[in-house]
T-cell receptor, first 110, second 118 residues
Framework: QSALTQPASVSGSPGQSITISCTGT?????????VSWYQQHPGKAPKLMIY???MRPSGVSNRFSASKSGNTASLTISGLQAEDEADYYC??????????FGAGTKVTVL | EVQLLESGGGLVQPGGSLRLSCAAS????????MSWVRQAPGKGLEWVSG????????YYADSVKGRFTMSRDNSKNTLFLQMNSLRVEDTAIYYC???????????WGQGTLATVSS
């Protein structure tokens, strides 16, 4: 199972919006509505930010939103803040009944 | 509050074995599927294995299939990962992860580091 494709880095100024893409295949993202996004700060465990393509767990800011079209999922962070600087990973369920992650995107707040 | 506490990591030589454990609390353990996810130093996340609430079914990434075995003891709220024939490339932080209501991975432990080196 090949990793999902994410940009290595995305940056934005405070208050701006940024979008991270995550591209897979019809065997993962395109085939299921089980796409998740995770935030990871250095030295910390990942934190679930989005599940089932668009759902936000309780406690996650509504500045985080997500969508999916075909084999590509996207995470948008609105009103970018300093604490949003972190690595972000997408993940999807697959036809093999396993999960696959993206390689990660480093978000930098300028 | 969900708590997942991993243990069992350490230094082992190539070809050796390690058994990781994860003590779970704060939720009805037997009702949830669980996974192990690993992260090599400075690298991204890699899903390793998953297990149903009753102990079956189990699923594995191709990279560990035939070498790793995932199991659980619902009477002790504990998850296990038996890792055999370890390779240098298995060096990673191993996270114990709880599924949400529909899919992986809603809650994460702090991880345990397994280092495979001669």
């Amino acid at each position: 199972q090949s990793a999902l494709t994410q940009p290595a880095s995305v940056s934005g100024s405070p208050g701006q919006s940024i979008t991270i893409s995550c591209t897979g295949t019809s065997s993962d993202i395109g085939g299921y509505n089980f796409v998740s996004w995770y935030q990871q700060h250095p030295g910390k465990a990942p934190k679930l930010m989005i599940y089932d393509v668009t759902m936000r767990p309780s406690g996650v800011s509504n500045r985080f939103s997500a969508s999916k079209s075909g084999n590509t999922a996207s995470l948008t962070i609105s009103g970018l803040q300093a604490e949003d600087e972190a690595d972000y990973y997408c993940s999807s369920y697959t036809t093999s009944s396993t999960y696959v992650f993206g390689a990660g995107t480093k978000v930098t707040v300028l | 509050e969900v708590q997942l506490l991993e243990s069992g990591g350490g230094l082992v030589q190539p070809g050796g074995s390690l058994r990781l454990s994860c003590a779970a609390s704060g939720f009805t353990f037997r009702s949830y599927s669980m996974s192990w996810v690993r992260q090599a130093p400075g690298k991204g996340l890699e899903w390793v294995s998953g297990i149903g609430g009753s102990g079956t079914p189990t699923y594995y990434a191709d990279s560990v299939k035939g070498r790793f075995t995932m199991s659980r003891d619902n009477s002790k709220n504990t998850l296990f990962l038996q890792m055999n024939s370890l390779r240098v490339e298995d060096t990673a932080i191993y996270y114990c992860v709880k599924y949400g209501s529909t899919s992986c991975c809603s809650d994460w432990g702090q991880g345990t580091l397994a280092t495979v080196s001669s």
